[in-house]
C-alpha cells in the first residue's frame, strides 16, 4: 500500500521560508516522478513543482521560479519543498504525489497516481 505524508506546514509571515517533506512508503522502486501541487480555497488545484526519479529534472510553475526548490532523497524515500521569500498569495494546501516511472516529468495532476493526504501552508501578510 502506497502512502505519501507530507510535513512541515504552518503559519508564516511573507518573507520566510518552510521546507516541506514527503515521506514516501510503499512504493515498489524509487523510480518514480515525484511533484507538489497546490490548492488555495476556492481555487483549483495548481502544480507547483516536479522532479524525476534521478532529480536530473525539474518543473517549476513561473510563480515560485527563484523561491522555491524541489529536491528528493532517493535512500530516505523523501521529497521535499524548499518554499523562500514566502507570499501571502503562496497560501494553499500543499500536497505531493507520485508518478509510475517515466521519462519525462509532468505537470499535469492527471498523470500521477498516488497523492498525500496535504499540509497547510499560511503566509500572512
Known amino acids: 500500500q502506497v502512502q505519501l505524508v507530507e510535513s512541515g506546514g504552518g503559519l508564516v509571515q511573507a518573507g520566510g521560508s518552510l521546507r516541506l517533506s514527503c515521506a514516501a512508503s510503499g512504493l515498489t522502486n524509487s523510480r518514480y516522478n515525484m511533484g507538489w501541487f497546490r490548492q488555495a480555497p476556492g481555487k483549483e488545484r495548481e502544480f507547483v513543482a516536479a522532479?524525476?526519479?534521478?532529480?536530473?529534472?525539474?518543473l517549476n510553475v513561473d510563480s515560485v521560479k527563484g523561491r522555491f526548490t524541489i529536491s528528493r532523497d532517493n535512500a530516505k524515500n523523501t521529497l521535499y519543498l524548499q518554499m523562500n521569500s514566502l507570499k501571502p498569495e503562496d497560501t494553499a494546501v500543499y500536497y505531493c504525489?507520485?508518478?509510475?516511472?517515466?521519462?519525462?516529468?509532468?505537470?499535469?495532476?492527471?498523470?500521477?497516481?498516488?497523492w498525500g493526504q496535504g499540509t497547510q501552508v499560511t503566509v500572512s501578510s
Open positions: 522532479i524525476s526519479w534521478i532529480g536530473a529534472s525539474a
Open positions: 504525489a507520485a508518478r509510475k516511472p517515466s521519462v519525462t516529468v509532468s505537470s499535469n495532476g492527471y498523470e500521477y497516481d498516488y
